[in-house]
Each structure stands twice: as C-alpha cells, then as structure tokens.
C-alpha cells in the first residue's frame, strides 16, 4: 500500500500533485458557478452578506489562510472561529451569514457541536468542505464541496489541507464573480493559476533533499518559531502545529510583525526560526523582522520564491520554491514545511503516523 514511501504521511505528501488536481477539477471543467456547491447554492450565495468558518487544528488553518482570499477577492466579510469555542460562548447569530465548516473527517465532534449550535440560533445556511463522503458534517449540512484528496491514514494532515485551500480559493472566486467583484478575464486568469498548481507543487517536492538536510539540524533542537506574515502567517501556524505533532519539538508560529511584541524574547543561537517569504507585498516587511532576528543570533530558515532577492549569508540559510505561484503562493509554501516536518521526525525516530497522545478522527470532546 504504501509503494516506494515509509511512511503514509510522506506518501500522502507526494500524493498532493495529484489530490489538488483532482479537486480542482471541479473548478477547471465546471467554472466558479455556484452549482459546484450544491443545487440551491446560487440562491444562498445570493442570500448572504457574511461568512462564519468554524473548524478545529489544521483544517482551522485552512480556514484562516481563506479569510484573506474572502475578503481580498470576493470582498465578503469572513470570521474564523475555532469550534470548540464557538459552540460554548454567547453568538450573535445572523441568519444572512453563511456558517461553512471544514473538517478532513467530517466527524469531528466539536465541529459538529458548534454547526448544530448555530442552526439552533437560527443560521440556516451552511456549507460543508469535507473530505469523507456522506459523514456526519455534509449531511447535516445544507451545501457540501468534497475535497478529492483520497483517504488520509497519517494523523498529520496533508493532503486534506491542501485540497481544502484549493476548495476555498475556487469559493473565494465564486463569490466573488456572482458578487460583481471579478470579471470573466479575472477568472480565467484565476483558472490559469489553478491549473498550473500541481506542477508548480510538484517542483517543490523534487526540493525534499534539501529539505531533508535542514531537518537534520531541526531534530536536535527543543524548540522552534514559525514566522510569515499576511496569507502566509497561516501557513507559519501549520508548520508549527505540524512539528509539535510529529516531532514533539516545541513551536510556535507568530505573524512576523509581531516578534518585537514578545517572542523576540526568546531566540538565541539556538532558536531555529523558520520564516515564509515569498514575494509579495510584505516582503520587505518580512524582511526586516529577519533582520531582528538576525541581530539576536538566530539561525533562519527561509522559503521563498524563485525571483525573490534573497541571498544566503552567515545564519541565513534560503530555500527557493522553483516558481513565483502568486495568489495560490500559501499552497505552494505548505509542501517546505511538511516535509521539514516529517524528516525531522525521522531524524528523531518518532512514530509518523501515529504521533503519541494523537487520534485521527476527534470524535470526543
Ligand atoms: O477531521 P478534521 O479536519 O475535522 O480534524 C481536525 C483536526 O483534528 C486535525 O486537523 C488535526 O489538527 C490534525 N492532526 C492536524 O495535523
């Protein structure tokens, strides 16, 4: 089952040129027409002046990295809620929000428990991404787009967050063409970016060995920090969350223009800190708060871009992603960081798949 992989997670890493394809489909051959969400969900996209996404671990990152593309593209207020906190504090409910919830499984409890609670304060319009066919999420779900990642056995998510951001970016535009706020050129524009995704993923996974060699540096460390900044932060916090989880290195991801706020505090010459940069217009913000860190001794990992004008210098070590990937950049960068993950974990021996203290499906509180 597993072919030439050791481990599923790395499998299912390597599965990611063809799960993104896959999902994509659905945008590439059907267009950004509601349709793709379920029959009546021209008429609830219609219907709806805000969205609400409730969601918990890695697919809550998928959720946060899709608030900006919401907002920037189908300029719809978007809200990103953690569904374990959702579902026990006081809501404003607001029947013309649309509640999307994202979950791999589709049986997450907690999920499940904040989309039940706000249907109980009268939210009826919802939608479901979700990876497993016909589990509890969709179906208790008023509009529902899969994500076609195939089954995911590794307890780190993967592929599932991936396929997840192509979903909601193939959302973000279908909001925002019935919305008026992208032309048919944007869109074909915005087609063009999609369909070139698995091959500029592909590009990515042909850098595991370099990878690979920074891994070995991050599997004798006790602690890391994850910057980015923008679409990226989000990014930043999977790459943490993924670290913790399967290397049980201590990390913590911050948006870079906060360091000075307080985790500057902590690096040192032994404080690997890992930034997303790619080019874009936070760069040079990026950029700076490196040289904070710089100044304090610590050592940087960075992923960039191809056209970025990055150099290596003492303490700056720089991995360039082969193509400037634009507005689907965030997906591009997610590969860097889960394979720096998973050979970290090698170095130390961990179990990949089965992380201690770690179940695949959360189906408890
Ligand atoms: O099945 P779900 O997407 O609802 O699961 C949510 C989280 O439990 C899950 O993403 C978890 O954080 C992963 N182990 C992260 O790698």
């Not at 990295?65 to 593209?73: G, Q, V």
């Not at 995704?197 to 460390?221: D, M, R, T, Y």
């Not at 920090?225 to 930043?236: K, Q, V």
């Not at 223009?257 to 307080?262: F, I, N, R, S, V």
Request: charged fraction near 20%; glycine fraction near 6%; proline fraction near 5%.
């Amino acid at each position: 089952e597993l072919g030439p992989y050791s481990h599923f997670m790395q499998k299912e890493i390597h599965e990611q040129p063809k799960a993104i394809a896959d999902t994509a489909e659905v945008f590439l051959d059907g267009g950004f027409n509601p349709e793709n969400f379920g029959k009546n969900a021209r008429e609830v996209f219609g219907s709806i002046d805000s969205i609400k996404i409730l969601a918990c671990g890695t697919s809550y990152y998928s959720a946060l990295t899709s608030k900006y593309w919401l907002e920037s593209i189908a300029k719809i207020p978007a809200d990103v809620e953690i569904a374990s906190e959702y579902r026990y504090r006081d809501v404003i409910a607001d029947p013309k929000q649309l509640v999307i919830t994202i979950s791999q499984s589709g049986e997450t409890l907690d999920t499940m428990e904040a989309l039940k609670y706000a249907q109980s304060l009268g939210q009826t319009h919802s939608l479901s991404i979700c990876n497993v066919m016909e589990s509890a999420l969709p179906r208790e779900s008023e509009l529902v787009l899969y994500t076609r990642a195939g089954a995911e056995i590794g307890v780190a998510s993967t592929k599932a967050f991936t396929t997840q951001l192509v979903v909601l970016f193939g959302l973000a535009v279908t909001l925002g063409k019935l919305r008026g706020h992208v032309s048919d050129e944007q869109a074909q524009a915005y087609t063009e970016e999609l369909r070139q995704l698995p091959g500029s993923i592909q590009h990515v996974l042909n850098l595991e060995p370099q990878i690979a060699a920074w891994a070995q540096k991050f599997a004798k460390k006790t602690s890391a920090l994850f910057l980015g900044r923008g679409i990226h932060y989000p990014i930043a916090l999977e790459g943490a969350l993924k670290l913790k989880e399967i290397t049980y290195i201590h990390a913590e991801a911050y948006p870079a223009g906060e360091l000075k706020h307080g985790p500057l505090a902590l690096v040192d010459e032994n404080m690997p800190v890992v930034v997303i940069a790619p080019n874009d217009v936070l760069l040079d913000k990026v950029k700076a708060n490196m040289q904070e860190v710089g100044a304090r001794g610590g050592e940087l990992f960075v992923f960039t871009d191809l056209d970025s004008n990055f150099n290596e210098s003492e303490g700056v070590h720089v991995i360039r992603t082969p193509r400037h990937a634009g507005v689907l950049s965030p997906i591009v960068h997610t590969i860097p960081v889960q394979l720096l993950s998973y050979h970290a974990a090698l170095a130390r021996g961990t179990d990949v798949d089965k992380p201690r203290n770690l179940a695949k499906s959360v189906t408890v509180e």
